[in-house]
């Protein structure tokens, strides 16, 4: 059975360069910090996540009873299987795996949807499902399904959780359906932690009608997001904040395709990647990895990804220095192969 608990920080030893956790580095920025640091000096008093529950609805274009502030797209997964009960959940795979886990730790059955490669696009689940769960760009594969497809997954009866984590990857995110209040049952989940840098911080949100929100509401502990975490939704939704979000999101595209132009022969790009990640097929994969290791890189395997084999690894975009020195390391171990 797949370890689907298995994730990127478990590779990422420090001291060794992380290319196997998607997390954007340099990140949160100075002015995030200092935002932060605010924020632990009210920690005194129980959250309020009045504002951030407002700033959050007014970036989205959503009603305020829309928005489900979380402890991190983690948590809806968490609460979806806590309080659905679903008589046909579908996970659309290869995908990032914790919903799965989660629907199997409540008792859920689950039925994997495995898209096909090369291109790992989007093709229609079964059609009785009443729950299917996506990712868009999708982990690991770093595809960017259209958005019209996804929306067409949509109907009375069934509930599509849709895990938008990355999509602010996405120059203009014209594929998102974050804004979309009229497609029945769509459940949207945003994180902060990859383009803001707050893995730690644990935080998030959910977009999707009112009893949904309500139903998932209520499955929640009590005072479930921190003030920090609170004052970080606030600020990451200010225009100025949304603005340089997307102006990363342009330089991402530029680092993926330096990285993608410096790969040696040998290493196949799978699909056509448009996240923080790509995913790669080589021969030998697992001792590349080790041996990758050894020359100071953590990657990320791919075969704890169901839909997924031994000779995929999966390798976060950096500044075109670091793609340099990974993919010369990654060169000399093929060439003494
Ligand atoms: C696709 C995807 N969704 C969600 C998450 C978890 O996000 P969060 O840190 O907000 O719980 C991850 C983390 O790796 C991810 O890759």
């Given at each position: ?23 954007r ?37 959503r ?6 502030l979380?402890a ?10 806590r ?60 595809v ?27 120059p ?7 804004a979309?209040?009229d ?5 949207v989940v ?19 009608p ?10 929640q ?5 921190s ?11 200010t225009?100025?904040?949304?603005a ?33 990640f ?7 994969a ?24 031994p000779d995929?690894l ?24």
């Amino acid at each position: 059975m797949t370890d689907l608990r298995h994730h990127g920080d478990v590779e990422a030893t420090p001291g060794l360069v992380d290319l196997a956790v998607n997390v954007r580095s340099g990140s949160p920025p100075a002015w995030l910090r200092a935002v932060l640091h605010d924020a632990v000096d009210a920690c005194a008093a129980y959250p309020d996540p009045a504002r951030a529950r407002a700033a959050v609805a007014a970036a989205h274009g959503r009603p305020e009873d829309e928005v489900l502030l979380t402890a991190g797209a983690a948590e809806t997964f968490t609460l979806v299987a806590r309080a659905l009960a679903p008589r046909h959940a579908v996970v659309v795979h290869p995908s990032f795996t914790e919903p799965e886990a989660a629907l199997r730790a409540h008792g859920h059955a689950v039925h994997r949807h495995l898209l096909d490669a090369p291109s790992y696009l989007l093709t229609p689940p079964p059609e009785d499902a009443d729950l299917v769960v996506l990712g868009n760009p999708t982990n690991p594969t770093s595809v960017l399904h259209p958005g019209g497809d996804v929306a067409a997954l949509c109907r009375p009866g069934r509930t599509v959780v849709l895990d938008e984590a990355f999509a602010d990857t996405d120059p203009g995110e014209p594929q998102s359906l974050a804004a979309r209040r009229d497609l029945p049952g769509l459940l949207v989940v945003r994180s902060l932690t990859k383009t803001w840098g707050l893995a730690g911080l644990r935080v998030g949100y959910a977009l999707g009608p009112p009893d949904l929100v309500a139903a998932l509401a209520a499955v929640q502990p009590h005072w479930p997001v921190s003030t920090p975490a609170l004052a970080a939704l606030e600020a990451c939704s200010t225009p100025a904040a949304l603005a340089q979000a997307e102006t990363w999101a342009h330089e991402l595209a530029g680092h993926r395709r330096a990285l993608l132009d410096l790969l040696p022969a040998g290493v196949e790009v799978v699909g056509q990647p448009r996240s923080s990640f790509v995913l790669l097929r080589l021969p030998d994969a697992d001792r590349v990895r080790r041996e990758l290791r050894a020359a100071g890189f953590a990657v990320r395997r791919g075969d704890t990804f169901p839909g997924l084999a031994p000779d995929h690894l999966r390798v976060a975009v950096r500044d075109p220095t670091t793609s340099a020195a990974f993919t010369a390391a990654l060169a000399a171990i093929l060439e003494r192969s």
